[in-house]
């Protein structure tokens, strides 16, 4: 077996071959069809180094496509992440910051989710619900989603919007036999979220027995003070016989609030310009 400084001898030995003057580098003018002539090293016989200029080049432009491709790569895990949350892809570029405010009612209702989500660490913590109420079309939806997005931004938080109907209906899906999930699995999932916006309060009135299992859900939220946004076309005694009053009486807890939502409906006055 050779030893490392016999390695060593052979390996000196080569380098000299291929330049006597080991130590001293060797430099030819080359010349670059883009950027000209260019004092070059010699990397081995009858090889030099590029052009420092066109490496530069290459190398800036490698850097942006890597953070072209990083940056793609962010998106689409956020827009994967706004999927599992459940936000439909309508509404997937709603934010605080693009809600449009023309009156008084929609400064207040901004500025109760500007501060809503001000310490949104501090907020989910504590369980602060909140009750959307008024016409479609108001912005109700946009101003709940732009919550969910920074709670999912600033303190990466599992968000979950789902309409009351579908949130039944996935506890009622387990009673088949063929489920794979069982109920309280499926009342789990409705629990567990940081945030939980529950959309269309109210559209049908459901059954006792529904109103039982929603209120499950809502009471094991605020056991483990876990917030939920609700929005509804109803008005405020409507919710309030809908949700019932033990679960209304919980939504005043922690600073939670009945937000109105007054105004005339974005998407008919944008018919009415048209």
């Known amino acids: 077996m050779q030893t490392i400084e016999a390695l060593m001898r052979r390996a000196d030995n080569v380098v000299a071959a291929l330049n006597p003057q080991v130590g001293e580098p060797v430099y030819a ?29 290459s190398e800036e432009a490698e850097k942006r496509e890597r953070e072209a491709a990083a940056a793609a790569a962010r998106r689409s895990s ?26 008084e009612g929609q400064r207040k209702a901004l500025d109760f ?29 946009h101003l709940a989603i732009g919550i969910g997005r920074k709670a999912m931004q600033v ?8 309409t009351v109907m579908r949130a039944i209906r996935s506890i009622k899906d387990t009673w088949a036999k063929d489920s794979e999930q069982s109920e309280s699995q499926a009342i789990e999932a409705l629990v567990a979220p940081d945030l939980l916006i529950l959309d269309e309060v109210g559209v ?12 499950d859900v809502l009471n094991d939220r605020y056991e483990k003070r876990r917030p939920t946004i609700f929005l509804s076309n109803l008005n405020k005694q409507e919710v309030a016989a ?7 009486d919980r939504l005043r807890e922690d600073g939670g609030a009945v937000i109105p939502f007054t105004w005339d409906s974005y998407r008919n006055r944008n018919k009415e310009q048209k």
Do not use: W
Not at 204 to 215: A, I, P, R, T
Not at 242 to 248: A, D, I, N, Q, T
């Open 242 to 248: 809908y949700l019932g009053e033990r679960v209304m």
């Open 78 to 103: 956020h827009i994967a992440r706004l999927g599992r949350a459940g936000i439909p892809e309508r509404f997937h570029d709603r934010t605080l910051e693009n809600f449009e405010v023309e009156n």
């Open 204 to 215: 049908q009135y459901g059954s006792d027995f529904e109103k039982n299992m929603l209120f």
């Open 155 to 162: 303190q990466k938080a599992d968000v979950l919007f789902i």
């Open 29 to 57: 003018t080359r010349n670059c069809d883009k950027h000209g002539e260019y004092p070059a090293k010699q990397l081995i016989p009858g090889r030099f180094a590029m052009c420092p200029t066109c490496r530069a080049e």
């Open 113 to 141: 989710a500007l501060d809503y989500t001000a310490d949104i660490e501090k907020t989910l913590k504590s369980g602060r619900s909140a009750v959307f109420i008024g016409k479609p079309g108001t912005g109700k939806t």
